[in-house]
Every structure is written in C-alpha cells, then in structure tokens.
C-alpha cells in the first residue's frame, strides 16, 4: 500500500495541531481575509486551541476569516447545544472572533421557508459566492466519511440531506445520552463540494482510525470508502500520529 506522498506520521498530535495552525495563521497574514472550512468532532480539537493562542498572542487576526462548516444534524431545535452551529460557534468561531456575517452552517444558513433541496443550493451558492473555500480541515469517520459523506458516496455528491449510518450513530450516542436520541439525518457538503476547496488538511488520530486510515489512503478509491475520493485532490496534506498510521504498510513516509 502506498500512502500519498503528502502523508505525515507525527509521534504527538500536538505537532499537527501545530503544523497545522502554523499554515492557517500563515495564509491569514498573507492574505487577511480567507474562507476556512470548518470541521467538528474530537480531531480538530487541539488544532482549534492552538489557534485560539495564537489569536490570544497577537499572532493570529480572524476578523476577515469567512467560516463554513461542513454538515449539520437534522431534527434538532435551533438553540440545542448538540447541533454542530452550537458546537463551532463555542469551540471555533467565538474563540477566534470570527465575525457573526462571515459565519455559515449548513441547514441554518438561510432563513425562511425553504425545502431541504433549496437549502442545501443555497450552501452550495453561499460557497461559490464567498469565493470558494481556500482551506478544508477535514477529520475521518471510522466508516471511511468525511464530513457526512456515508458509505456509499459519490465522487460528484453536492450538499444534500443523508442518512446517518449507524456506526456514526453509536459514535454520537454518547453526546446525546443514548443512540436513541441521535438524529437519523444530517445535512452534509457533498464529496465534490469538499474537492471544489484549493487546499485539504486532513488530521486522523488513534488507533480507532488506524484501519479506515489504511483503507482510504491503500484501498482502491471509491464510493465505499468517502475519504479515498481525497487522493485525488491537488492540494493534500494529511496528517497522522502513530497510532491511526499504523496499518499503513509501505515505507513510512515520516517527516523529515
Ligand atoms: C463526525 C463529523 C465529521 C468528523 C467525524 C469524525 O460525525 N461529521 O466531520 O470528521 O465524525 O469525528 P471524530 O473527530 O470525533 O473522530
């Protein structure tokens, strides 16, 4: 198996984050305004830490960032703190003072009454609009997804309305206090929406990744595994520690 040549195998997660945040604050003196595209979840934690010290130490100005968030749960109400609007406005946007009109989720994005099919174009043109995304992070599902992309996806997919697969369920469980209560449909950027961004920076940690990671970078590329359509994207970096690299057989592409 060969990974891609722009794979990273890092001993601590800290030096991704921080690798990672390095590139971000770069693009962001260089340019002042750029579009970020925002995932939740446990990976991109750290990374967003470490870009809340930056912006703490003078060294990291979001005022002209534009934030787009990759998917959004379906069922919930507006307010509830488990909807990822919540969840990056607290854990991203706020900390990083991002402005209130340069931030968008899916789903919640545009007002008034509009079909599930009309918001999810309105997402697509929200991007276009804002000039298209410069920068995605990206983490991985254990299932092979990105963002909501499920098993099966296709390489064309836009921004629609998904069924949730259940493994992404039982992973939500503990969030919502029982897979019962977990939403069955989302809201998710397509694969081709995510290929449209210039950059992709992709984190993947621990040894619960380790199989899907082998998978995605090894196995043939394709609507079963959402993650593999990445390689072929001009502009790929992902980065991994030991633990999610570890079924990656060929020479192991460290950092120098
Ligand atoms: C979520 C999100 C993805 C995320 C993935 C992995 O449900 N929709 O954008 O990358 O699952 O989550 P984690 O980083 O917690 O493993």
Redo the contacts with the bound molecule.
């Keep these: 198996m060969t990974p891609a040549p722009e794979t990273i195998v890092l001993d601590r997660r800290e030096q991704a984050e921080s690798d990672l945040a390095g590139e971000i604050a770069a693009l962001v003196r260089e340019r002042g305004r750029i579009v970020l595209g925002l995932?939740?979840?446990?990976?991109p934690t750290g990374l967003y830490r470490e870009l809340a010290r930056l912006r703490r130490e003078k060294l990291l100005d979001c005022s002209r960032v534009v934030a787009f968030g990759?998917?959004e749960y379906l069922g919930l109400e507006p307010d509830d703190p488990r909807t990822f609007a919540g969840w990056i406005r607290e854990k991203v946007l706020e900390l990083l003072g991002i402005p209130e009109g340069s931030r968008h989720v899916p789903a919640t994005d545009v007002p008034g009454d509009l079909t599930d099919v009309e918001r999810c174009a309105a997402y697509e043109r929200s991007i276009r609009d804002a000039g298209g995304i410069d920068l995605q992070i990206?983490?991985?599902?254990r299932n092979g997804?990105?963002?909501?992309n499920e098993p099966p996806s296709t390489g064309d997919s836009r921004t629609r309305v998904v069924q949730l697969h259940p493994w992404?369920r039982e992973?939500?469980a503990p969030v919502f206090g029982g897979l019962a209560n977990v939403p069955t449909r989302a809201i998710t950027m397509g694969i081709a929406t995510i290929l449209d961004a210039k950059r992709i920076r992709v984190l993947a940690f621990g040894s619960r990744k380790a199989a899907i990671v082998a998978r995605a970078l090894g196995g043939p590329i394709g609507p079963e595994v959402p993650a593999s359509f990445l390689r072929g994207h001009a502009d790929l970096r992902i980065w991994l520690d030991r633990e999610a690299a570890r079924e990656l057989h060929s020479g192991r592409p460290v950092r120098p």
């Design positions: 995932a939740t979840g446990d990976t990759l998917d990206l983490g991985i599902g997804h990105i963002a909501f992404t992973d939500a």
